[in-house]
């Protein structure tokens, strides 16, 4: 929908201009407070609060705040958090009343093998909130991985409804969404490309990471600007208590975090690093190799990242906050022929944080949040030079109010304005003798804003709904657009171990990512909208059961998802990506449909522990004739090469004894679907002597390469130190050595005496046999 600017300045006045709900108690008391650790009294984002006599309870916030309303006279609560030892209180609630909990660390911290979530799997049944997938970072580093480096995104892809995007890439495909229609926070902050080498690893240092939330459909209001998922992860605070170093020694890398306090009990710090160090392995073999006439030289590649968090209590009703992220990628060629390129990327984010607890019903969180990501490439060949330069800046301001009059309403409202700053392209060429110099610069401007409202309403102990309000705005030039994003949930409880779930979200993406597909590195451009290119927009809704088995052991959930989404972009063949001022026509538009299928069953009790998901789904995508262009496959529909139709996978933890742990995953996806020639023709010149095979291509998409399937397995062994505390993970990933496909290309088959080509044989390219590796993990 488009916006005049006159609805749009509107909009930006509701974001500083929002007051409070007026609402009024009715016969209940509010029970609050904070949930720590009781080790260095750092805060536990998502720690559980719950009276199980009353079948109600709460989740603390990104502070670890919880506010719970109970009606007066005596309580028994249940206080958990993964790691965490659970325990319970008995309180007399007559007035309202604040009331801290100190959470004890389980024994096994660095072997843990109980897979808990935010709250208990009762909490999980019980809530409104469907689609979501809360992740550990203990029950990631416990998984093995690819080179013994943890992964958060890959251990999602683990979860039902996400696709990975094929062998050695980290990228999430949300139940039929692109990779660039994923929302993904870092303490606020909107972290453009989560990826460092190529998309093989996430920019998230499991050290410095608290939790990860993935919401799959069902979006709270307070999320807004991607169609497919949002990513909310959580960065540790350290220790208030005492000073602690941590890390990991490993195959490719290694990670380093200090902690502690700032001042005792009110204030903490943590600083967490990492390296890989491939740069110094091939920089010496392609110096014991220099001079040698049939040598290649080898690529130079490394990464690091740095992350960074503050904070400290003004006072019992204010904290503060301070976090960053800075990231880079680093690669370079130089060849003995005077070939030189030089690529280097990477995001850089921080965020300032104020949390203000008005009274024990109404409390506020406001961000101020930069983020930036960027690459250069720099190419060289002999006297010639070429560089190109693209980027996104963004800076962001929003507030979160949460308000809870009594036990029936939680409300949240709240705004967020952003300024973007679009550099799409800048060229520069030349020579060194200055006979060629010429560049260009192509940027924008942009200007997204949100104001949302949203009321947990909780009708009865059977009947509970979520529902809400999102208006969004997008400013570009002389260009305006915005539109209402209704959200809504609804859980009911047929039986105490069985609830009926349903959701319906509405979603607006107004920057969209440009994509050389063609090129192997992360050549990749953010774009607004603007002129001719419109916001994509989605709906989705969404339905499911969940059941308590086994006495509450085991958790069983399905659900039934379709979503439409209008807008989607893509490319028209032959088009001209960098430096081209008018991008806006190289653009097709379409339409995009996703349906499926999650089955899901989780164990979070007892020495095995674990979860099984499978997904049956369809993907589908249709761009039709349009600006002189056939469209995409003569606008025939297609599948995306990101469509599965089956996505199997299983994961077992298994605590062997107090110092062995046994895990294993195991991933089984239908191949992905790809465009292969289906015949040759051979065309001659003139003389009809040289000839040419042109191959003939069918429709997109309509082949499928072979299914991919994977067993990776690990062994935790806990060390006895004999100060701190320090583990061995050996991981063993694609045990059975399968050789999934990368991609597959064609060989020509030639008569041996006459070099004339008779057929071509399709060939496989495969990345990764059976990689074991060892990690020395270490805390002191």
């Known amino acids: 929908m488009r916006l005049t600017p006159l609805l749009f300045r509107c909009l930006i006045f509701l974001v500083f201009w929002s007051a409070p709900l007026a609402l009024v108690a009715q016969g209940r008391f509010l029970l609050s407070g904070y949930v720590r650790a009781s080790s260095d009294r750092s805060m536990l984002p998502g720690a559980s609060v719950a009276v199980p006599a009353l079948n109600t ?11 719970l309303p109970l009606p007066p006279g005596r309580h028994r609560l249940v206080i958990s958090f993964i790691g965490y030892e659970t325990i319970t209180r008995d309180i007399n609630l007559t007035q309202n009343q604040r009331q801290g909990f100190a959470l004890s660390s389980s024994n096994n911290e660095l072997g843990e093998v109980v897979v808990e979530g935010s709250g208990s799997l009762e909490q999980k049944l019980q809530t409104t ?78 050290d410095a990471v608290q939790s990860v939330d993935l919401f799959k459909g069902g979006f709270p209001a307070q999320y807004g600007g991607r169609l497919s998922s949002v990513v909310d992860v959580k960065l540790r605070e350290g220790s208030r208590e005492k000073y602690s170093v941590s890390g990991g020694l490993g195959l ?4 380093l975090t200090v902690e502690g306090p700032i001042v005792k009990k009110k204030g903490s710090f943590i600083l967490s690093g990492r390296r890989t160090y491939f740069d110094i392995f091939t920089r010496q073999i392609n110096k014991i190799n220099e001079g040698k006439a049939d040598y290649n030289p080898i690529p130079n590649y490394y990464f690091y990242d740095f992350n960074a ?13 301070f976090s960053g992220y800075y990231g880079h990628d680093i690669f370079g060629f130089n060849s003995s022929n005077g070939f030189n390129f030089d690529f280097s990327w990477g995001n850089a984010v921080a965020t300032a944080r104020w949390n203000h607890v008005f009274s024990s019903k109404l409390f506020v969180n406001t961000t101020a949040s930069f983020t930036r990501y960027q690459y250069n490439i720099t190419n060289k060949l002999d006297q010639f030079s070429f560089g190109l330069t693209s980027q996104i800046r963004d800076y962001a301001l929003r507030t979160d109010v949460e308000y809870t009059p009594n036990s029936h309403h939680t ?58 309000l999102r208006l969004s705005g997008f400013h570009s030039g002389s260009d305006t657009y915005g539109g209402l994003e209704p959200r809504g949930a609804v859980r009911y409880s047929i039986t105490p171990t069985t609830s009926l779930k349903a959701s319906y979200a509405l979603m607006y993406q107004y920057v969209h990512l440009v994509t050389n597909t063609g090129a192997t590195l992360p050549t990749d451009i953010w774009y607004p909208s603007r002129l001719s290119v419109k916001p994509q927009r989605s709906q989705q809704v969404a339905t499911g059961v969940s059941f308590l088995l086994g006495k509450g052991k085991y958790l069983l959930t399905n659900e039934i998802y379709y979503k439409w989404a209008h807008n989607q972009i893509d490319f ?26 999650e089955l899901y069953l989780e164990k979070k009790q007892g020495r095995t522990t674990g979860w099984i998901g499978y997904t049956l789904s369809w993907s589908k995508r249709r761009f039709p004739p349009q600006l002189g262009t056939q469209g995409i496959n003569g606008g025939r529909t297609f599948y995306p090469t990101y469509d599965r139709r089956h996505n199997l996978t299983v994961v077992a933890l298994h605590q062997l004894s107090e110092r062995f742990n046994l895990t294993g995953s195991f991933v089984y996806t239908t191949g992905s679907a790809t465009t292969l020639p289906q015949s040759r023709y051979f065309f001659q010149d003139v003389q009809g002597v040289e000839y040419t095979a042109v191959p003939v291509y069918p429709d997109r998409n309509s082949y499928r390469l072979a299914p991919y399937h994977r067993l990776d397995l690990g062994v935790v062994y806990k060390l006895r130190p004999r100060h701190g505390e320090s583990d061995l993970t050996l991981s063993i990933y694609n045990a059975y050595n399968r050789r999934n496909p990368y991609f597959v290309y064609f060989d020509q088959v030639k008569d041996k005496q006459t070099k004339q080509i008779l057929s071509y044989r399709a060939r496989q390219v495969s990345l990764f046999p059976v990689i074991p590796s060892i990690t020395y993990n270490f805390k002191f």
């Open 252 to 255: 490719i890398s290694s990670r």
């Open 572 to 597: 028209r063949d032959g088009a001209q990506l960098f430096a081209n001022d008018n991008l806006d026509a190289e653009f097709l538009f379409g339409k995009g449909w996703a349906y499926g299928n």
């Open 129 to 206: 909130q469907m689609s979501v997938e809360h992740l550990s970072v203990k029950e990631a580093k416990l998984l093995p991985a690819l080179f013994g480096e943890v992964d958060l995104l890959k251990t999602l892809q683990l979860k039902p409804g996400v696709q990975n995007g094929g062998e050695g890439t980290s990228g999430l495909f949300v139940r039929g969404g692109s990779s660039d229609q994923n929302l993904v926070l870092v303490d606020e902050a909107v972290v453009y490309n989560p990826a460092h080498l190529f998309g093989l690893f996430s920019v998230f240092n499991p």
């Open 411 to 468: 409300w949240k409202f709240g705004a967020i304005i952003t300024a973007h700053d679009f550099g799409v392209g800048r060229l520069k060429a030349g020579s060194t003798d200055g006979r060629i110099d010429f560049g260009s610069d192509v940027s924008y401007l942009g200007q997204e804003a949100g104001a949302y409202v949203s009321d947990n309403f909780k009708f009865s102990n059977k009947l509970q709904i979520d529902y809400g």
């Open 57 to 67: 309870g709460t989740t603390a916030d990104s502070t670890g705040f919880y506010a």
């Open 309 to 321: 968090k503050a904070n400290y209590a003004l006072g019992e009703k204010d904290q503060v906050f």
